[in-house]
């Protein structure tokens, strides 16, 4: 795997600023990785204490007919808990997490996603994440987890 270079702290696309010693131009994450040609090309940002983001799934996201798939649901909310420490300058794996399915959502439904920390003891930060319809505010999904820090 490259060297990471830095990040930039509003956005999760790379900066050739070395500063933090982060990102990489290469970056292959499924989610927002801007080196991977089939992912979802998320584009997280910090909103003071929040990590948000949007995204509206398309045919090739669905599970059952018109339904986006639960995993693509469940590899959102793990990478917008997971962005809210990287864009802060922390590197982090996840070390367990829980997801409660709360409607079906539809293929075409545009989305914001919504990342923020609970608590932090020692290197385990607890994390919670929401994907919630734009167009009726409705929480869709909520994510809980736990990362721990990258010595």
């Known amino acids: 795997m490259p060297e990471p270079t830095a990040r930039d702290s509003q956005d999760n696309q790379p900066d050739s600023s070395p500063r933090r010693g982060l990102a990489s131009a290469s970056n292959q994450c499924f989610v927002c990785g801007p080196g991977n040609p089939a992912g979802l090309g998320v584009r997280f940002r910090l909103d003071g204490d929040v990590c948000r983001a949007e995204f509206t799934p398309q045919s090739e996201h669905m599970g059952y007919t018109d339904v986006t798939h639960g995993g693509i649901i469940f590899a959102l909310l793990d990478d917008v808990m997971a962005n809210w420490l990287w864009l802060r300058g ?62």
Do not use: H, N
Not at 94 to 114: N, S
Not at 137 to 143: K, Q, Y
């Open 90 to 151: 922390d590197q982090a794996v996840t070390a367990r997490a829980d997801i409660r399915y709360r409607a079906e959502l539809p293929v075409g439904t545009a989305i914001t996603l919504e990342g923020r920390c609970l608590k932090q003891r020692g290197r385990l930060m607890e994390m919670q994440g929401l994907l919630i319809r734009q167009d009726t505010g409705a929480v869709v999904a909520e994510a809980s987890g736990r990362f721990m820090l990258r010595a």
